[in-house]
């Protein structure tokens, strides 16, 4: 149970530790001040300001992704988004203190603990990764793993699982044709698959691919549901398009996870649920007078209807529900879209014009700033949407999009969490981001969704509305 769960259990490592650094510091900051300044200082850290420090390094460590991240990342980055943790909570403390007179401590008693704060979070953090590398070695965390049909460029990706231990995976060998390229890998039959797996008591197949979605994975499904497999495809595109995308810790796309699910996925539902609920019902109170106001406007610039609902779903065949946005073109939009299908200028099943005729004045600036996505809050109260989740598509183009069968397949893993409100897909591109990479991004989440990954997009999520970034 623990070396399944040993990632889950690391971050929660890192967090304990994280308290007790800065505890340890403030009682070293007691005792070395009255020898390092000599103006009578005690180096007294009061609880009220320590109580206050750990809070918010903990609040940024959790939205800038270091404690999600801290398994998958390298000791270099890792430290580094420690670095920045603390100067962003520094930064934070030190304001406090010049507009607010918040003056639980001198500064230069301040600088001392920062100094001694950093010199400890950084010690700890490469201790804590040699500790997580050690376990790895006894199999801690670690997922032993096959590729299929090696012979496909997979080479570098290859090279980088294994190069890269700290990702979590233990190539045991290449199933299928050799390649000409050196390795110390074995080489396995495809008709040794099934009896390798059992021996090897392999957890996940990698499929080399150059189409993530068509990649003809459909075969292996029976042995994946019999033996508990995972399957992630790797492909050159998406791990491109995932690296820019600011992701770090990706290897692979899953496109089949068979395992039942347990008490943890059950909790994690309902701490995401309870997140949702209170959050959303936080929000329509905060953002009520933009409601209000953004209402009004509509109705005087264009009268009834000011809610827009639109029949959406995640995936074809999936859940269907009424999908609220504020009205930001004329009355008859959707009667005018046919004429308008070749000036599209995104793909699959999103449509999207730059200079949208429909568009009404005011429908532009409530655009701009996502402000007409703001009644999806009520989808959320509901229980039919998250506040961070995969973006859903129209039913209408759904059912008018000819993708073949097996796409639909490669994607279903989108219905497995709610839809959302934002996502990475509004993170890293909004209407500038295309169909493939946004349901690479929302597959992504899928498979690492909780609610410290919900804060973190979120968090991330403001700047890019405030700035109108990416929007059409």
């Not at 920045?84 to 001392?112: A, G, N, P």
Request: hydrophobic share 45%; proline share 4%.
């Amino acid at each position: 149970m623990l070396k399944r769960r040993w990632k889950q259990v690391f971050i929660s490592v890192n967090i304990i530790n994280d308290i007790f650094v800065f505890i340890i510091s403030a009682v070293l900051c007691e005792a070395l001040t009255p020898y390092l300044l000599n103006n009578g200082s005690t180096g007294i850290i009061r609880n009220d300001f320590l109580i206050l420090f750990i809070s918010t390094y903990l609040f940024f460590s959790s939205v800038e992704g270091i404690y999600r991240g801290s398994y998958n990342i390298s000791v270099a980055r890792y430290c580094f988004g420690a670095f920045k943790t603390l100067m962003q909570t520094s930064l934070v403390i030190i304001t406090m203190m010049v507009f607010i007179k918040f003056y639980s401590i001198e500064r230069e008693e301040l600088v001392i603990f920062i100094l001694i704060s950093s010199i400890l979070i950084f010690t700890s953090k490469v201790i804590l990764k040699s500790l997580n590398h050690l376990m790895q070695d006894f199999g801690f965390g670690m997922q032993k793993s096959l590729v299929i049909d090696p012979i496909h460029f997979s080479k570098p990706l290859i090279e980088r699982l294994i190069n890269n231990p700290y990702l979590g995976y233990e190539i045991i060998g290449l199933v299928g044709k050799t390649t000409t390229e050196k390795t110390d890998l074995k080489y396995f039959k495809l008709s040794q698959l099934s009896e390798i797996v059992k021996t090897e008591k392999i957890n996940t197949l990698f499929i080399p691919s150059t189409d993530l979605f068509l990649n003809g994975y459909k075969s292996l499904e029976p042995l994946t549901k019999k033996s508990s497999l995972k399957i992630k495809i790797l492909s050159p595109n998406s791990e491109l398009i995932l690296r820019h995308s600011g992701i770090h810790d990706l290897v692979g796309v899953t496109m089949n996870e068979p395992y039942p699910e347990n008490k943890f996925i059950k909790f994690k539902n309902i701490l995401k649920r309870i997140f949702d609920f209170f959050g959303s019902l936080l929000l329509i109170i905060i953002l009520s007078p933009v409601l209000i106001i953004t209402s009004l406007a509509i109705i005087f610039e264009s009268g009834y209807p000011v809610i827009y609902k639109q029949k959406r779903s995640s995936v074809k065949n999936g859940k269907i529900f009424d999908f609220y946005k504020f009205r930001s073109m004329i009355k008859n939009a959707e009667d005018e879209r046919s004429e308008l299908d070749n000036l599209n200028e995104s793909s699959g099943l999103l449509f999207k014009i730059k200079k949208d005729p429909r568009v009404t004045n005011l429908g532009k600036i409530i655009r701009k700033f996502s402000i007409d996505e703001l009644p999806q809050l009520i989808n959320v109260l509901k229980g039919e949407m998250s506040l961070v989740g995969p973006r859903p598509f129209p039913i209408k183009d759904i059912d008018n999009l000819n993708f073949p069968e097996e796409f639909w397949d490669s994607i279903n893993r989108r219905s497995t969490v709610k839809p959302g409100m934002t996502g990475l897909w509004q993170v890293y591109g909004r209407s500038e981001i295309k169909f493939d990479e946004m349901i690479l991004l929302d597959l992504y989440y899928v498979e690492n969704y909780s609610v410290l990954f919900d804060l973190e997009i979120i968090y991330q999520t403001i700047p890019v509305v405030v700035f109108g970034k990416g929007a059409w």
